[in-house]
C-alpha cells in the first residue's frame, strides 16, 4: 500500500508562484508513474500534469503547459508541481496520484493511490 500527503498549498495573487510537494510512502515510488490532478468547485477531477516512472517523460494539461513544471526526486520518494503564472482558474483542491504502472495516464480511473489533496487559491 502507498500513502501519498501534499503540502504547499495555499492563497497567492494572479501571477504569483506556489510550489506543491507529494510525500510517498512505500518501496513502490521509484517505479510508479504519477500524476496531479485538480477539482474545482462543482467540476470534475482534472489531470494537471503526469510523469513517468524515471522522469523521462512528463505531459501537461494544455491550459498549463509551459506555466507548470512536474518533476519527482525517486531518493527522497517525493513528487513535486512548481506552478508559475497562476490564474484565478487554477483555484481548486490539487491532488497527487500514483499508479502501480510505470507508464503515465491522463485519467482519472488509471490512478491507484491518492492523496488527501491540497487547498490551492488564486486571487484576482
Known amino acids: 500500500q502507498v500513502q501519498l500527503v501534499e503540502s504547499g498549498g495555499g492563497l497567492v495573487q494572479a501571477g504569483g508562484s506556489l510550489g506543491l510537494s507529494c510525500a510517498a510512502s512505500?518501496?513502490?515510488?521509484?517505479?510508479?508513474?504519477m500524476g496531479w490532478f485538480r477539482q474545482a468547485p462543482g467540476k470534475e477531477r482534472e489531470f494537471v500534469a503526469g510523469?513517468?516512472?524515471?522522469?523521462?517523460?512528463?505531459y501537461y494539461l494544455d491550459s498549463v503547459e509551459g506555466r507548470f513544471t512536474i518533476s519527482r526526486d525517486n531518493a527522497k520518494n517525493t513528487l513535486y508541481l512548481q506552478m508559475n503564472n497562476l490564474k484565478p482558474e487554477d483555484t481548486a483542491v490539487y491532488y497527487c496520484?500514483?499508479?502501480?504502472?510505470?507508464?503515465?495516464?491522463?485519467?482519472?480511473?488509471?490512478?491507484?493511490?491518492w492523496g488527501q489533496g491540497t487547498q490551492v487559491t488564486v486571487s484576482s
Open positions: 510523469i513517468t516512472w524515471s522522469g523521462g517523460s512528463t
Open positions: 512505500g518501496r513502490t515510488f521509484s517505479s510508479a508513474a
Open positions: 496520484a500514483g499508479r502501480t504502472s510505470r507508464w503515465g495516464s491522463r485519467i482519472v480511473h488509471d490512478y491507484d493511490y
